[in-house]
């Protein structure tokens, strides 16, 4: 039977899901932009589905991936008969990744990351007070 969570396994269990975040929104800034040559062919977003655990001995709560899911964006028609990857009618195809969205999204889970080691940094700190106290 695998132990009781307790702060630190709640803490670095969110930390791992803000870094699949930014993870997703650094592979979708990558790709923005880029072209193919058929709309099957281009880039489309991704983005994690995440799930809520409960441990039942703790009451504590914390999140998990579940599943990463595509986009169902249409890509952008562009046409620029004289790029290689055109098809016969002169047409490409790019990605449909909103930048800025990305780039909201990226900022946004850097900040929870940011907030999550500021609780670790404050239950490490509250711990060592304690056991001091105990002196």
């Keep these: 039977m695998a132990s009781p969570m307790n702060i630190f396994d709640v803490a670095g ?3 791992s899901a803000q870094l699949v ?6 592979s979708n800034l990558a ?29 504590m709560s914390t999140v998990d ?3 990463m899911v595509r986009s169902d ?3 952008i028609r562009q046409h620029d ?13 790019a ?6 969205q990305e780039m909201v999204e990226m900022m946004e889970s850097a900040r929870q990351y940011q907030n999550l080691v500021e609780v670790l940094q404050t239950a490490k700190t509250l711990m060592l007070d304690t056991m001091r106290l105990g002196k």
């Design 21 to 26: 975040r930014m993870n997703s929104s650094a």
């Design 73 to 75: 964006a249409a890509a």
């Design 31 to 59: 790709n923005a932009g880029s072209i193919a040559g058929s709309a099957d062919g281009a880039y489309r977003s991704i983005k994690p589905v995440f799930r809520t655990e409960l441990d039942r001995t703790t009451g």
């Design 65 to 67: 991936v579940d599943r």
């Design 81 to 93: 008969p004289d790029h290689p990857l055109a098809d016969e009618n002169g047409d490409v195809w």
């Design 95 to 100: 990605a449909p990744v909103d930048e800025t």
């Design 13 to 15: 269990r969110a930390m």
